[in-house]
């Protein structure tokens, strides 16, 4: 497992256009091979976490180091460049749903090649080889040549992750993966996201709302109440006292900020996020 942070997040807090301050203080850091289950009510900011980090949302103070290179000193250029190399493993699991499962997971690849060869959608044997490996690594490589919306919603899954491998990750998202799986293929989704941490050596934050899924499967739990971390370890150390605090539903109010000028809100305090 690499030792030095591939993922370091400072001071983070993130406020909506609405003035909405949804992340406030978030700081933790992420090595190679973790697999970190978030965790949080309704709500929480959880979600928003993911999207900061992946460049989605811009963030309003703090900063986000991925592997070292901090995302908010860089052009938009360079942010495009570098999203490449996030995998993101969407709870509806976002495949082209009428080409092939091969097809889907050398979207993967897309940052690999020319603006032409994307154009026409050629890929060449290596890339081929490189997404045919990534299927075997979650089992799927005999679906290949499927279509996409022929497959169960669990393999559909599957294929979401091998086209995130196929980005070659330095760090791999996921937000919800199992929330639509029956539990049977959530344990399959959550094992095989595990393995692909630990064999790939890819750090993996994945939002869940299932808590004792993610007691079983997570090397550590971040719990995230209104905005703010209020656990990070083991699964082992979630008393009960702060698991009542993560999902304690009598929420202290969350603070709107009055400083941007198309806030619609009041300048006061007092609404609850969820
Ligand atoms: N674009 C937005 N503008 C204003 N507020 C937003 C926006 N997006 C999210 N929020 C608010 O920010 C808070 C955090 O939302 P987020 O989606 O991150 O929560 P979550 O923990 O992922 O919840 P869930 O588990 O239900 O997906 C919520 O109160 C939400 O209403």
């Keep these: 497992m690499r030792t030095s942070a591939l993922l370091e997040v400072k001071g ?36 928003t976490l993911l999207r900061c980090i992946n460049g989605l949302i811009p963030i309003s103070g703090g900063s986000i180091r991925i592997d070292g290179t901090d995302i ?13 190399r996030i995998g993101f493993i969407f709870q509806e699991f976002n495949l082209i749903e009428r080409v092939s499962v091969l097809h889907n997971v050398l979207t993967g690849r897309l940052g ?29 490589v005999q679906r290949a040549r499927y279509r996409a919306d022929r497959l169960s919603g669990g393999e559909k899954q599957r294929v979401a992750i091998a086209r995130a ?31 692909v941490a630990r064999e790939e050596n ?7 709302h299932d808590l004792e899924t993610a007691k079983q499967c997570a090397d550590r739990i971040i ?11 083991a699964p082992t150390g979630l008393t009960s006292g702060i698991l009542q605090e993560i999902y304690q539903s009598d929420s202290a109010p969350v603070r709107y900020t009055t400083t941007n000028s198309e806030s619609l809100l009041p300048a006061t305090s007092g609404v609850l996020g969820g």
Excluded at 169 to 189: H, K, R, S, Y
Excluded at 202 to 208: A, D, Q, W
């Design 72 to 84: 908010s000193a860089l052009n938009e250029n360079e942010k495009l460049l570098l999203r490449r």
């Design 112 to 140: 690999y090649i020319n603006d032409f060869c994307a154009a026409i959608g050629y890929f060449n044997r290596s890339h081929r080889e490189k997404a045919l490996w990534c299927l075997q690594r979650v089992n799927m």
């Design 12 to 47: 983070l807090s993130k406020v909506y256009p609405n003035g909405y301050e949804a992340l406030n203080d978030i700081s933790f850091s992420v090595r190679g091979g973790e697999f970190i289950c978030i965790i949080g009510r309704s709500g929480a900011g959880k979600s």
């Design 223 to 233: 719990g995230i109440a209104r905005g703010r971390i209020v656990y990070d370890g």
């Design 165 to 195: 491998l196929a980005q070659e990750p330095l760090i791999l998202l996921a937000d919800e993966p199992v929330a639509n799986l029956d539990i049977e293929l959530t344990w399959g989704i959550m094992e095989d996201l595990r393995a």
């Design 202 to 208: 890819v750090p993996i934050l994945v939002n869940i």
